[in-house]
């Protein structure tokens, strides 16, 4: 049995280029489909906060028009209600990654708000890399690949394939004239090699232990890529 840490966002909003603060969090597919994958094979998941707060969902993530119906936006809510780990999370500045297999990020907005600027998370992030453990980061959790650069130098995800919530992705909710940064434009500013699939169908990109998944959809299968890596 592995033990897989998912770092998951405490911000409950993202602040725009006008100020304003839109509703937002984690999105809920990219916490359960993961979750199903890994606990579903037996593996032990422990979720981590800056400061150990209680994640907060995007709601919108919980509409059935996302989720392809009300059958399934139920069962998502409902695995989100089953999911303890959520209830308990462990303060993100204590983190031992000696005391876990693999790394995972989900996204939301919200990373987008706290772990783009959070030195915690871009060590433990550089410590994965360098570990050669198996890192996953999803849709906008990316943007927490953005604070490895915090400290002057040069990111360590800086040449690496990757792929992240697309500008046309953003366009397409209605959010992209509205952002400050948009995701893809600052990983390639990072130095990364971007991987823009189709909007909104699965893409997956591995190269060397970092592992991307480029929207919601892309969530279950980056978790299936990860799975034969863990022991």
Partial sequence: ???ILFVMTGADHWTLADGTEHPTGYWAEEFTAPHQVFTGAGHEITVATPGGVVPTVDRSSLAPEVNGGQEQ????????EAATELKHPVELENVRLDEYDAVF????HGPMEDLAVNDDSARLLTDTLNSGKPLGV????????LATERWGGT????????TGFTNTEESQVG????????????????????SEGQPWAPNVVVDRNLHTGQNPA????????????LK
Wanted: glycine share 8%.
């Fill in 1 to 3: 049995m592995a033990k």
């Fill in 73 to 80: 936006a139920d069962r998502i809510a409902a695995a989100l």
């Fill in 105 to 108: 990020y989900p996204g939301g």
């Fill in 138 to 145: 999803v849709c906008h959790a990316p943007a927490a690949l």
């Fill in 155 to 162: 990111s360590p995800f800086a040449g690496y394939r990757l």
């Fill in 175 to 194: 959010l992209a004239d509205k952002a400050a940064w948009l995701l893809q434009d600052r990983l390639i500013a990072l130095g990364a090699e971007f």
């Fill in 218 to 229: 892309s969530s279950g299968p980056l978790a299936e890529e990860i799975l034969p890596l």
